[in-house]
């Protein structure tokens, strides 16, 4: 079983995403993933020039030869791949929607209708199942609706969304082990998709704890 995390936070290594990122990753190891983290900021990625050379000239190929060659062909040699990003502007971050338009040569220039929704055809028969992971600066979930939104075409099979995403890497040590507890069942949600294809409603729960009231959050980032 293999996954990919492909990072799209500018912060790369040092994200608050990366935090949630390297806990999952943690779980699937344990339930025996063989893991990639792979951190976009550090990518040379052209933007998609929508040419559609990849559907009708070279089916499959880019005009562009960068990261993006490799990096797709990890995407598609995954079993599991995981889009991680911040919330920026109330959706994807530009580094991580940059990489996601790039993957169009994985699709065919065929339309395919799917209970009144359009797409277009898959390239392989067999595509990795999608896992989303985002952390956002605000307390509330409002925040991450235009992301859900986008996200559904990609038809994620798991969406791990963390509101107060500001805490993730605190110094504070009594916040420290709060992020601790949220951490234990986002690594046990790495080792249960891996191990089964889901997870428990137990953790889901956990994956939506609290960490602060709002009103502390709000002191607590306000400085
Ligand atoms: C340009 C920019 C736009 C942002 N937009 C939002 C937003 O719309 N909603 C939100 O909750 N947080 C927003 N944030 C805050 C980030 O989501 C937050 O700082 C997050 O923890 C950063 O995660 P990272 O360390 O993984 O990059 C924004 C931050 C930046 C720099």
Known sequence: MKLAVFNGSPRGKNSNTNVIAEAFIKGAEK????????FLIDKDIAHCRGC?????????????????????ETCMSSDIVCFATPVYLWSMTACLKNFMDRL?????????????????????????????????GFPGDNNFNTMK???????????????CGMLLRTKNAGIREIIGKYLFWVE????????????????????????????????????
Do not use: H
Request: a negative charge; proline letters at 5%.
């Open 31 to 38: 339930a025996g993933a063989e893991t990639e983290n792979i």
């Open 149 to 163: 939104a986008v996200m559904q075409s990609v038809e994620p099979k798991l969406e791990i969304y963390r509101n």
């Open 52 to 72: 559609f050379t990849c559907w009708y000239k070279t089916p499959g190929q880019c005009i562009y030869r960068d990261d993006m060659t490799d990096l797709l």
């Open 188 to 223: 046990e949600a790495g080792f249960q998709f891996v191990s089964e294809g889901k997870i428990t409603n137990e953790v889901a729960a956990g994956l939506n704890m609290e960490l602060l009231p709002v009103r502390e959050y709000i002191e607590y980032i306000s400085g």
């Open 104 to 136: 169009i040569p994985a699709k065919r220039p065929q339309v395919i209708e799917n209970q009144g929704n359009y797409d277009m055809l898959d390239a392989d028969d067999k595509n990795p199942d999608v896992v989303i992971i985002s952390n956002a």
